[in-house]
């Protein structure tokens, strides 16, 4: 089942929620089309974004998760040199395959659900420990390190 983006995802950092919601404004363009009708270019560009995303999202989140004293930080840590791993194997499908709908598909079902499905269930989590600003996602708020977990 696909998860959207709802308020139970939330984590209340608004630079994370923001990065999140980009994920699935992401996502959903790519879902827009059928596998079978996806370029190449689309493929490598979803997997230039997800290279992208793994390397400054991951390390902010787990920078937050860290503050604040999140219990998921190990869990979250771990799944995210797992998903780091999986986009490496995708460009590697990429290169060696000559048709792109398996790899398009593989994309879908290991990839985009599963870390939809990471962030309602592991990071989520930073919610109950992040203190919550009333900034909705998509404005200007302090940075780590302003604030003491508590
Ligand atoms: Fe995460």
Redesign the pocket.
Known sequence: MRILWNETLRTGIPDIDRQHQEFFRRTGEFYQRAAKHRTREEIVEMLDFLTRYAHEH?RE?ERWMDLHGCPAAEQ?RV??EEIVETVATLREMLREEGSTEGVAHVIEQRLLDWLAE??AR??AQLRDYAPQTSVPAGEDAPGPGGFHAG
Do not use: Q, R
């Open positions: 991951f989140e979250n799944e995210h990471h962030i592991v990071d």
